[in-house]
């Protein structure tokens, strides 16, 4: 049997991104078998690549820009010199896509915007993952995650009124908005097979949180009331003896019947039936459920709550995640042999596809590993002229 083609195999993007917005989705694209081409500044590179301090060789290639950048080639290339913009003129017209994250204006600033591009190659497909959008107030503002959790209404929300407003410590947006860039691209590309055509891409921080909120907003715009998932009178972070579990007490008739069965005490159900007597009464239910959830151990309670078939879980850290029997089993850890750090596991592809799986084809690259070959393999610096084939 030969090997499948990959889905992306034959594509050719040109990777403006750093940090992670962008360089979560093109990791994506070349997951899938894009030959993904980095341009990175000579002799910086990627935001990432100096995010902990020392420009050494090993703090330029740390295993945070590892975990966003392989399956790529890194090329540097002095983009504001005359010489560095055509060599990023002759990739174009040999690639299928741009994509950048920088703030809106950027690209046209370099020379390299849609209306530009698409005049050496109609087929060009530009994606630009910005802060909060290319146009409107706020298209100045440097996109980062914070802000946008902040702006969306994201950050505002809490389990509980006295708990003190915080920033969500995992780069929600960035990923987030990282996944519809690679949706706008992926559609993008089934419809240039229809019309011939490229076209601009767009995605914003503030757009993908706003999205996330949907059901949210629904209720917000419809009936001007908030609808937040986590402050619900049945669902809650408990400590037990050894650590905590969550509950979240619904989809079932009733929840409030069974929590009280596995925690051994009274059915208060008959006092409280229904969603509002247990809003109004969510300090009294929860103080009972921390009460009874405090006398024993994880295990016993996941135990006893799963015999009443509830959504329950137990609260980990990360690093007991990563070496769960689960995380192996859906091959989410990925092996990397790396020149600086010795054998490294990297997050995988969450996207699981039988026939073209995801696999090491390119390490992380180090700052400019691969310009000669590039330069070479695309006859870079000679006019933009294409050697026949």
Same mark, same amino acid.
């Given at each position: 049997?030969?090997?499948?083609?990959?889905?992306?195999?034959?594509?050719?993007?040109?990777?403006?991104?750093?940090?992670?917005?962008?360089?979560?989705?093109?990791?994506?694209?070349?997951?899938?078998?894009?030959?993904?081409?980095?341009?990175?500044?000579?002799?910086?590179?990627?935001?990432?690549?100096?995010?902990?301090?020392?420009?050494?060789?090993?703090?330029?290639?740390?295993?945070?820009?590892?975990?966003?950048?392989?399956?790529?080639?890194?090329?540097?290339?002095?983009?504001?010199?005359?010489?560095?913009?055509?060599? !990023?003129? /002759?990739?174009?017209?040999? &690639?299928? +896509?741009? *994509?950048?994250? #920088?703030? @809106?204006?950027?690209?046209?600033?370099?020379?390299?915007?849609?209306?530009?591009?698409?005049?050496?190659?109609?087929?060009?497909?530009?994606?630009?993952?910005?802060?909060?959008?290319?146009?409107?107030?706020?298209?100045?503002?440097?996109?980062?995650?914070?802000?946008?959790?902040?702006?969306?209404?994201?950050?505002?929300?809490?389990?509980?009124?006295?708990?003190?407003?915080?920033?969500?410590?995992?780069?929600?947006?960035?990923?987030?908005?990282?996944?519809?860039?690679?949706?706008?691209?992926?559609?993008?590309?089934?419809?240039?097979?229809?019309?011939?055509?490229?076209?601009?891409?767009?995605?914003?921080?503030?757009?993908?949180?706003?999205?996330?909120?949907?059901?949210?907003?629904?209720?917000?715009?419809?009936?001007?009331?908030?609808?937040?998932?986590?402050?619900?009178?049945?669902?809650? !972070?408990? /400590?037990?003896?050894?650590? &905590?579990? +969550?509950? *979240?007490?619904? #989809?079932? @008739?009733?929840?409030?019947?069974?929590?009280?069965?596995?925690?051994?005490?009274?059915?208060?159900?008959?006092?409280?039936?229904?969603?509002?007597?247990?809003?109004?009464?969510?300090?009294?239910?929860?103080?009972?459920?921390?009460?009874?959830?405090?006398?024993?151990?994880?295990?016993?309670?996941?135990?006893?709550?799963?015999?009443?078939?509830?959504?329950?879980?137990?609260?980990?850290?990360?690093?007991?995640?990563?070496?769960?029997?689960?995380?192996?089993?859906?091959?989410?850890?990925?092996?990397?042999?790396?020149?600086?750090?010795?054998?490294?596991?990297?997050?995988?592809?969450?996207?699981?596809?039988?026939?073209?799986?995801?696999?090491?084809?390119?390490?992380?690259?180090?700052?400019?590993?691969?310009?000669?070959?590039?330069?070479?393999?695309?006859?870079?610096?000679?006019?933009?002229?294409?050697?026949?084939?």
């Amino acid at each position: 049997m030969t090997e499948a083609t990959l889905p992306l195999d034959g594509i050719r993007v040109i990777d403006f991104t750093q940090v992670m917005l962008g360089p979560c989705a093109t990791q994506m694209l070349g997951d899938f078998g894009a030959d993904v081409i980095k341009i990175e500044r000579p002799g910086a590179g990627d935001l990432s690549r100096n995010f902990f301090g020392e420009p050494s060789e090993a703090a330029m290639n740390n295993v945070v820009f590892a975990s966003l950048n392989r399956n790529k080639r890194s090329v540097t290339i002095d983009t504001k010199s005359e010489e560095g913009r055509q060599m !990023v003129y /002759d990739l174009v017209r040999q &690639a299928d +896509v741009v *994509v950048d994250n #920088f703030r @809106a204006g950027v690209m046209d600033r370099l020379g390299f915007g849609f209306d530009q591009l698409k005049e050496i190659n109609p087929r060009i497909i530009c994606a630009s993952g910005t802060g909060f959008g290319a146009t409107g107030p706020y298209a100045h503002k440097g996109g980062q995650d914070v802000l946008a959790q902040a702006m969306s209404g994201v950050m505002e929300k809490t389990q509980d009124p006295s708990v003190p407003k915080s920033i969500y410590p995992t780069t929600l947006c960035d990923y987030t908005a990282g996944m519809h860039l690679v949706q706008g691209i992926l559609a993008a590309l089934l419809t240039r097979q229809k019309t011939g055509e490229g076209q601009r891409v767009e995605v914003s921080l503030y757009d993908s949180m706003i999205a996330m909120q949907m059901q949210e907003a629904a209720q917000w715009n419809a009936h001007r009331e908030v609808l937040n998932w986590a402050a619900m009178p049945l669902t809650g !972070v408990f /400590d037990t003896t050894d650590g &905590a579990v +969550v509950i *979240v007490g619904a #989809f079932k @008739a009733n929840p409030l019947r069974d929590i009280c069965t596995a925690l051994e005490i009274e059915d208060l159900s008959p006092q409280y039936p229904d969603l509002a007597s247990q809003r109004a009464n969510k300090p009294f239910l929860q103080d009972t459920f921390r009460k009874a959830l405090a006398t024993n151990t994880t295990a016993y309670w996941l135990e006893r709550l799963e015999a009443q078939d509830l959504l329950c879980a137990p609260v980990r850290a990360l690093g007991e995640a990563l070496e769960d029997p689960q995380t192996a089993i859906n091959q989410m850890l990925l092996r990397v042999d790396h020149p600086f750090h010795g054998e490294l596991e990297l997050v995988g592809s969450p996207v699981h596809l039988n026939r073209t799986p995801v696999a090491l084809r390119h390490l992380p690259p180090r700052l400019g590993e691969h310009t000669e070959e590039v330069v070479a393999e695309f006859g870079l610096g000679i006019g933009g002229q294409r050697a026949a084939e």
